[in-house]
T-cell receptor
């Protein structure tokens, strides 16, 4: 079974609007971490936001927020006020357990295009 | 500025060649990882290492080997390159435990002809 599922291969959003990128995960470990990374066309992977399984509040980092619904096992990324520079691939990732060598599982990614 | 450096940005190799992809980090991270990235498949873990001379297979180790003789360096070796190993290869490093995520290198796009 897939550990991380991203069901949106590609999305379009109008500049200055908000957009939600979907991510669902599968784990039986009570302790896990969820990450979102951005990959522009240049190829580097940029860390955006982190959510721990025991965190009580949804994570926020500037224009990025993570809509964490534990019972549904979803960790959707919300980007507010989209900018042209947000056009990129976005990957959701999960780390299981506190002592699992920090091994990550990645989703297949969502390509976001921001239209002017 | 902390860095993970991959030795080559682009590589073209012939089928059957032995290929070395090098990765160096300057953050004193214990863990280092090699992933390959293919469209529609995301990132898949090939091998990782949690200490010098230690290595663990990831999800797709076939056709690859690794070497970690020094803490800062993690090499991915394609013993006999094949066309189905044409891909983007990403190296990452992290501390062994805690909340920290990965720091990635900029990737090596390998083409095997």
């Amino acid at each position: 079974a897939q550990k991380i599922t991203q069901t949106q291969p590609g999305m379009f959003v109008q500049e200055k609007e908000a957009v939600t990128l979907d991510c669902t995960y599968d784990t039986s470990d009570p302790s896990y971490g969820l990450f979102w990374y951005k990959q522009p066309s240049s190829g580097e992977m940029i860390f955006l936001i982190y959510q721990g399984s025991y965190d009580q509040q949804n994570a926020t980092e500037g224009r990025y927020s993570l809509n964490f619904q534990k019972a549904r096992k979803s960790a959707n990324l919300v980007i507010s006020a989209s900018q042209l520079g947000d056009s990129a691939m976005y990957f959701c990732a999960m780390r299981e357990g506190p002592d699992n060598f920090n091994k990550f599982y990645f989703g297949s990614g969502t390509k976001l295009n921001v239209k002017p | 500025d902390v860095k993970v450096t991959q030795s080559s940005r682009y590589l073209v190799k012939r089928t059957g060649e032995k290929v070395f992809l090098e990765c160096v980090q300057d953050m004193d991270h214990e863990n280092m990882f090699w992933y390959r990235q293919d469209p529609g498949l995301g990132l898949r873990l090939i091998y990782f290492s949690y200490d010098v001379k230690m290595k663990e297979k990831g999800d797709i180790p076939e056709g690859y080997s690794v070497s970690r003789e020094k803490k800062e360096r993690f090499s991915l070796i394609l013993e006999s390159a094949s066309t189905n190993q044409t891909s983007m290869y990403l190296c990452a490093s992290s501390f062994q435990r805690g909340r920290g995520g990965y720091t990635f290198g900029s990737g090596t796009r390998l083409t095997v002809v």
